[in-house]
């Protein structure tokens, strides 16, 4: 995961912060989906590296669904604001195990294609239900739209879907990429 990992007191600060702009303006659709998103990037960041995945004890399952439950209420202070949506349907599906986060994963893209963690989630999901020509479009579209994703979706091709030669493809001709 090519992620940065703030400090305890960082994401403090940060939400701190988040939860004050989204409390002073409840109906701002934006406040309340960073206010999850830094909430989820604080829940998520203890990762067990040799499975590539995020670690989550029964505590924080409760914290997830309670932010995906956030994040379906800043859904509907605006219908039309796909990145809540994506990422609702990310925390549902591959944190909760609901099949109906996969829904919202493709809604949240097809309103928001520019937003590159819509389209990271959206491709990651493409890659998993198989359709590989969709995912590598979508994935190749988060990297163009935000070149930190690179080392996400290169995680995606090799340990994901065992798949050097979409990491290679994406790779290019970039020499620092290889």
Same mark, same amino acid.
């Given at each position: 995961?090519?992620?940065?990992?703030? +400090?305890?007191?960082?994401?403090?600060?940060?939400?701190?912060?988040?939860e004050?702009?989204?409390a002073?303006d409840?109906?701002?659709?934006?406040y309340?989906?960073?206010?999850?998103?830094?909430?989820?990037?604080a829940l998520?960041?203890?990762?067990? +590296?040799?499975?590539?995945?995020t670690?989550?004890?029964?505590?924080?399952?409760?914290?997830?669904?309670r932010?995906?439950?956030?994040?379906?209420?800043?859904?509907?202070?605006?219908? +039309?604001?796909g990145?809540?949506?994506?990422?609702?349907?990310?925390?549902?599906?591959?944190?909760?195990g609901k099949?109906?986060g996969a829904?919202?994963?493709?809604?949240?893209?097809?309103?928001?294609?520019?937003?590159?963690? +819509?389209c990271?989630?959206?491709?990651?999901?493409?890659a998993?239900?198989?359709?590989?020509?969709?995912?590598?479009r979508?994935?190749?579209?988060?990297?163009?739209?935000?070149?930190?994703?690179y080392?996400?979706?290169?995680?995606?091709?090799?340990?994901?879907?065992?798949?050097?030669?979409?990491?290679?493809?994406?790779?290019?001709?970039?020499?620092?990429?290889?």
């Open positions: 995961n090519s992620r940065e990992q703030g +400090t305890d007191e960082e994401y403090i600060d940060l939400i701190a912060a988040a004050h702009a989204f002073s409840p109906g701002n659709v934006a309340g989906y960073w206010l999850a998103y830094y909430r989820w990037e998520s960041r203890t990762t067990d +590296t040799r499975l590539q995945q670690v989550l004890d029964r505590e924080a399952m409760g914290h997830v669904a932010i995906a439950d956030e994040l379906a209420a800043v859904r509907n202070i605006c219908h +039309t604001n990145p809540p949506y994506a990422l609702e349907g990310q925390l549902r599906l591959n944190i909760l099949e109906r829904e919202l994963i493709r809604k949240g893209f097809r309103l928001a294609p520019y937003d590159p963690p +819509t990271l989630v959206a491709g990651e999901l493409a998993r239900q198989g359709n590989m020509d969709e995912a590598r979508l994935l190749s579209r988060a990297v163009q739209l935000q070149p930190g994703y080392g996400d979706v290169i995680d995606v091709y090799l340990f994901d879907l065992n798949r050097p030669d979409l990491a290679r493809e994406l790779a290019g001709d970039d020499f620092a990429r290889l």
